[in-house]
């Protein structure tokens, strides 16, 4: 089955080809979108032209690409960890696209609206994926392989022309790659600020399914990855109006995040805080604490002890990160339970959940970790996986 992400359509173009949307034509979004710009500075506005692309001519957007704020800054503060391992200290002119995966469905579709905002939120270019293996360059003029072509340039077409149309702001890139959809996704994900994947509803259980290729990619990439729910739309971003109605207009929902404090979770701090400070949200920071036994006798002391020392190291995470984003209003939640029962109590109403997966090697290959394996497939909400050793 055919998969795609959000590039530039090598099979229209050639094997190594790109078509992008409002990106300066220097630019080769087949990698890294790279940009020399001074720190801090935003992107010049650019009048709005047409420009001719193997789907048809294309609007560039009059609108100015809000740039995203390099790591650095100009009073010299101590650099912070972001994902990837990067710090603020250090000056990087690279700026990761937002990757998104299509495959043409209901899911694929919602992931890229969401993926655009997000790309918007970011200041950075959004590149839209589509990978299918059978488009390698020896039997690309076969007949019986011009039916997917044709579909396969209908779903990227028809991605562009809706998301030139609701994000003139955003730049677009869009490319097809002849490789299996997972293997194609983990490579595009490597240079992606996030990767976007959708996840379609599973019936019969009350959960969600997300399928093969994005169980596999999820395990492997080595960013950040967003999944989105087939039914997701702008509007669930945000809390309802005063008559209870969805509106684009009203405060976003609250920001969640899981952390272990017996474990390093810097990368999902980073992730978490940034998130909601571009959102202008509260964000939940939940850690969960379990005894497995204890005397009847000594049970009450044991659990206050342990609630106690759980809320003392929550605190001392925290401390840097509230006063790196002293305008994010942050409220911590240290329960007694399973960490992935208590997620999901937390999310009913959020807008992004935020959790980890750690990079260890297993013996069958990489996996998720029961935690987000679980909130994979129960939160309804958009799920972000950040990987962290």
């Given at each position: 089955m055919a998969f795609s992400l959000v590039l530039a359509a090598r099979d229209l173009l050639g094997s190594h080809d790109t078509f992008?949307?409002?990106?300066?034509?220097?630019?080769?979004?087949?990698?890294?979108?790279?940009?020399?710009?001074?720190?801090g500075s935003v992107c010049a506005a650019r009048p709005e032209q047409r420009v001719q692309g193997p789907f048809g001519p294309f609007r560039r957007p009059r609108s100015p690409c809000q740039g995203r704020r390099l790591p650095g800054d100009a009073g010299g503060a101590e650099g912070?960890?972001?994902?990837?391992?990067?710090?603020?200290?250090?000056?990087?002119?690279?700026?990761?696209?937002?990757?998104?995966?299509?495959?043409?469905?209901?899911?694929?579709?919602?992931?890229?609206?969401?993926?655009?905002?997000?790309?918007?939120?970011?200041?950075?270019?959004l590149r839209l994926v589509h990978a299918w293996e059978g488009l390698e360059s020896d039997t690309s003029q076969l007949p019986e392989l011009e039916a997917p072509r044709y579909w396969a340039r209908r779903i990227l077409r028809g991605a562009m022309d809706q998301l030139n149309?609701?994000?003139?702001?955003?730049?677009?890139?869009?490319?097809?790659?002849?490789?299996?959809?997972?293997?194609?996704?983990?490579?595009?994900?490597?240079?992606?600020?996030?990767?976007?994947?959708?996840?379609?509803a599973f019936s019969g259980f009350g959960g969600f399914m997300a399928g093969s290729v994005a169980l596999a990619t999820v395990a492997r990439v080595a960013r950040p990855v967003v999944l989105v729910r087939a039914d997701r739309t702008a509007e669930d971003d945000h809390l309802p109006d005063a008559e209870g109605r969805p509106?684009?207009?009203?405060?976003?929902?609250?920001?969640?995040?899981?952390?272990?404090?017996?474990?390093?979770?810097?990368?999902?701090l980073a992730f978490a805080f940034e998130s909601a400070a571009l959102r202008s949200a509260r964000l939940q920071v939940l850690h969960t604490w379990h005894v497995p036994y204890?005397?009847?006798?000594?049970?009450?002391?044991?659990?206050?002890?342990?609630?106690?020392?759980?809320?003392?190291a929550v605190d001392a995470a925290l401390q840097p990160w509230r006063e790196k984003y002293p305008t994010v209003k942050v409220r911590t939640l240290v329960e007694?339970?399973?960490?992935?029962?208590?997620?999901?109590?937390?999310t009913q109403d959020a807008g992004l959940l935020v959790?980890?997966?750690r990079n260890r090697p297993a013996r069958l290959g990489s996996h998720t970790g029961p935690v987000a394996h679980a909130v994979m497939h129960h939160v309804r909400c958009p799920v972000v996986i950040v990987p962290h050793d």
């Open positions: 992008s949307v409002g990106h300066p034509p220097a630019v080769d979004m087949g990698r890294v979108a790279q940009y020399r710009v001074p720190v912070r960890p972001e994902p990837g391992g990067r710090r603020s200290g250090e000056v990087d002119a690279v700026l990761r696209p937002v990757v998104v995966g299509l495959d043409g469905s209901r899911e694929s579709l919602a992931a890229a609206e969401w993926a655009a905002g997000e790309a918007l939120r970011r200041g950075l270019p149309e609701r994000h003139p702001q955003v730049y677009l890139s869009a490319e097809q790659i002849a490789r299996p959809a997972a293997d194609a996704l983990v490579e595009a994900g490597a240079e992606a600020e996030l990767l976007v994947l959708g996840s379609r509106s684009l207009r009203t405060p976003y929902r609250d920001v969640v995040v899981g952390v272990d404090i017996a474990h390093p979770c810097e990368e999902l204890a005397p009847p006798a000594a049970a009450a002391t044991m659990s206050a002890a342990a609630q106690q020392a759980a809320e003392t007694n339970g399973r960490p992935a029962q208590q997620l999901l109590h937390a959790v980890g997966r």
